[in-house]
């Protein structure tokens, strides 16, 4: 599993798509922070903040994820090396695992540089470090288990075909409505007193919940149960090619 995971890492680093994604990412998220005169420019806002980013961000993620799943079981599928990989001493489970855990430690590269944005506006506050550092905390750790959660939709789509641009589209279609789509319906106030129940089941509740600075373990449980569940349906498609 380990030389599986570090195949990943190495297959992400020796391309373009690993630091174009990072670079990407970085790229837009400076641009709306600090150039473009935006309601996200930091400097424009007049108040020490990062929420610009934390309401970005996700929507940056949406994109480039799906972007870099999409190759992981639909390039195997193409080039035929799935049904080699399958024979080797590994199991459904440590196979998905590997190329999660790349997934994820992608992403974790991508949101490590952002901290420099942490320290600038740190500095800029007024006394230096009027600067609500919990809620920053907690808005990264749901940062993190979004995307989490987004490559584990990403990995799911990418299992389901052997065409990388149905498994991108797949992927941002599923982990949009994820992320806003059950917020939408909530919006509607369609189905009464079960509206609030709906609203909880979409990841934008929970992600906003932690972004507050408060570690709610319903949070992280619902967050946990996501990732669980899609990798499951993952584990469910690499399991019908051997019916």
Not at 52 to 81: D, Y
Not at 145 to 169: E, K, M, R, W, Y
Not at 185 to 204: H, K, M, N, R, T
Not at 209 to 227: K, P
Request: hydrophobic residues 55%.
């Amino acid at each position: 599993m380990i030389a599986l995971f570090l195949k990943e890492i190495r297959s992400f680093l020796s391309s373009l798509i690993g630091y174009l994604v990072i670079a990407v990412f970085l790229l837009i998220n400076g641009l709306f922070l600090w150039v473009f005169s935006t309601d996200f420019n930091i400097l424009d806002f007049g108040y020490a903040s990062l929420d610009g980013l934390f309401i970005l961000a996700p929507f940056v993620f949406l994109f480039l994820v799906p972007a870099v799943t999409m190759r992981s079981f639909a390039e195997e599928n193409r080039t035929g090396t799935m049904e080699l990989l399958l024979t080797k001493p590994l199991t459904d489970i440590q196979i998905i695992a590997a190329k999660f855990l790349a997934g994820v430690t992608l992403v974790l590269f991508s949101l490590i540089p952002t901290l420099l944005y942490y320290i600038t506006v740190y500095n800029l506050g007024l006394p230096s470090g009027n600067l609500d550092t919990g809620g920053i905390i907690g808005a990264y750790i749901g940062l993190f288990f979004l995307a989490a959660s987004f490559v584990a939709i990403g990995l799911f789509s990418s299992s389901l075909t052997d065409n990388q641009i149905i498994a991108f589209i797949l992927a941002v279609v599923m982990s949009g409505f994820m992320y806003i789509g059950f917020d939408f319906i909530f919006s509607l106030a369609w189905f009464g007193p079960v509206d609030l129940l709906i609203q909880q089941l979409g990841i934008e509740a929970h992600y906003k919940s932690i972004s507050r600075g408060v570690i709610d373990t319903r949070d992280l449980i619902y967050f946990v149960s996501v990732i669980a569940f899609f990798l499951s349906l993952n584990k469910l498609s690499l399991s019908t090619r051997k019916w």
